[in-house]
């Protein structure tokens, strides 16, 4: 267990309306993954973040950012929500690349 | 281009009864790493295993085994007398070196039948 921690855990949001995930992490990871999860897709990465203010697209970045000012806070914002975002949001760590990630307990985001 | 491949989207075994997961692989990595992770019903993704491309040695831990197969791309996860509490969907991922980068597959939901 890796000490991650998600806020909020649940919302609903409108379209067009900015929204702010919140992952927070103990265990001094460099390493720290956005996913999200949709039926009949697994996990997709989002963005990632190899250390403070260190970050890059993944494979689903279109109409996220993210930010990561501290080691153990990593930010994934929607800048202007859309209905195609509904989804469970998944934050990660890991110590380093290629080993295992260690994941939060996730945030289901309705835009409706 | 890396890519996880589960077939099978469900499958319903009674309890004591024996289960295998399949998983199929595509990379061109010469060194690559693969994953079991449980996602139980409470929804929290649980890691149960990593194995590099070096090692094919069959892993065993409790009820849990591991099946590496380079020549077949295969990476199957079997259940030894399943029990009610092994029911959850179970993804398999890939990540190649240095990559940083999960790639998953789209899961099996297994449900062990009391």
């Known amino acids: 267990d890796a000490g991650i921690t998600q806020s909020p855990r649940h919302k609903v949001t409108e379209t067009g309306t900015p929204v702010t995930l919140r992952c927070h992490q103990t265990e001094n990871h460099r390493y720290m993954y956005w996913y999200r999860q949709d039926p009949g897709h697994g996990l997709r990465l989002i963005h990632y973040s190899y250390g403070v203010k260190d970050t890059d697209k993944g494979e689903v970045s279109d109409g996220y950012s993210v930010s990561r000012s501290k080691t153990e806070d990593f930010l994934l914002t929607l800048e202007s929500a859309t209905s195609s975002q509904t989804s469970v949001y998944f934050c990660?760590?890991?110590?380093?690349?290629?080993?295992?990630?260690?994941f939060g307990p996730g945030t289901r985001l309705t835009v409706t | 281009a890396q890519k996880v491949t589960q077939a099978q989207t469900e499958i319903s075994v009674v309890e004591k009864e024996d289960v295998t997961l399949d998983c199929v692989y595509e990379t061109r990595d010469t060194t690559y790493y693969l994953f079991w992770y449980k996602q139980p019903p409470s929804g929290e993704l649980v890691f149960l295993i990593r194995r590099n491309s070096f090692d094919e040695q069959n892993e065993i831990s409790g009820r849990y085994s591991w099946n590496f197969q380079k020549s077949t791309s295969s990476f199957n996860f079997t259940i030894t007398a399943s029990q009610v509490v092994d029911s959850a969907v179970y993804f398999c991922a890939l990540s190649g070196t240095g990559a940083n980068n999960l790639f998953f597959g789209t899961g099996t939901r297994l449900t062990v039948i009391p």
């Open positions: 990660a760590t890991s110590g380093q690349p290629s080993y295992e990630q260690y």
